[in-house]
């Protein structure tokens, strides 16, 4: 701390990273080797809910780059070999395209010797042809691009590339979060969220790293400027946008993980592929975490020991974003007015997924935080309400 009362940059990064491992160790559930699905804030006390293959493959990801004490303590003694393998034989017997992808990704990333099983199997589920997520999409074309065992099918990458280039639009610089033949919703349709956007330029970035294929880059440069102009005045990523426009629908929930992990992974891979340098957005998302202004204070709870989920609005359900969907589909520029006073940000939700902490293993490797230089970053304590 310095006597401005203000945290730099790489000590908040190792401050999170010295959260994350532990935070890892108890969401962990040795006996399945399976993260659980989230811990969550309870009346009686702080309660682990259900399991997750996807967040146990994010998960295995984010431990791949840690060290032995590190993987060690998150998987109570157990390897990441052998979590991969029950992973891999769990995928194996599901149709369930997300988590086949996140497996890949793990395994080659692992050079696990089961990664032509997880291979196989994605292959088998037809991305290219599925009704599936962009999300999903992009998990694909990353594990098949990133550097990592020799279980890759190159053509398989180059038409998920294809087929997630068609769902770009020049005009907003944004991915649709449905193929066209797979959108589920009109009411919807034009509604594309954060993640639909760092996602692929994360997974551009890696075939571009492996292909040298320039529209790759090209959309993730364009996608990655636009995000970062529309960052909050505090730094916050925004939950909903518009594919047609390329403005924000509706900016809440503000998720500690795109903060912390998901912007910084998918900008920090565009940088590496040769694209620009958004440290200061990444900065900024940073900032908004330490000191967030909805909530006076901090999603980072050092005595739970824990990163908390997100800042929301007070409102029942997903009533604001409903609304503003509806709003911007009769008119692109139309807006349900007053909403920051009829269901103020502020809402704290007191949850932690195992994957947030995988992604920012995955972000902040030690080897990129020993590389940060210095930017002030100002601290606070949680004064929000929530569950």
Known sequence: MSESGHLEIRPLVEHLRALAVPALGRMYRSEERLFAFRLRRTPTGDALEGISRRYTAISLIGLATEDDRAVAEALHGQSLDDVCEHLIRSVNGTSELGEAALALWAARLLHHSAARDALRHVQELKPVQSPCTTVELCWCLTALSVAGSADRDDGLAEALAARLLSLYSSSSSFFAHWPTDATPSRLRAHVACFADLVYPIQAL????????????????????????????????????????????????????????????????????????????????????????????????????????????????GKAVRTAQALASRLHPSLRVPGLNWIARPGWIDFESRPYCMGWLLHAWPAERVARLGSRPVALGRPTGTGT
């Open 205 to 316: 970035s890696y075939y571009y790293r492996a292909t040298r294929h320039e529209a790759a880059l090209s959309a993730a440069r364009h996608c990655a400027a636009r995000t970062c102009a529309l960052q909050g005045p505090e730094g916050q990523w925004w939950w909903h946008y518009d594919i047609r426009t390329g403005r924000v629908i509706e900016g809440y929930p503000v998720y500690s993980v795109h903060q912390n992990a998901m912007a910084p992974m998918a900008l920090f891979a565009l940088e590496e592929a040769g694209g620009d340098d958004f440290a200061a957005a990444v900065s900024r998302g940073l900032q908004w975490l330490a000191c967030a202004p909805e909530i006076r204070g901090s999603l980072i709870d050092d005595r739970a020991g824990i990163i908390w989920r997100k800042v929301a609005r007070h409102e029942c």
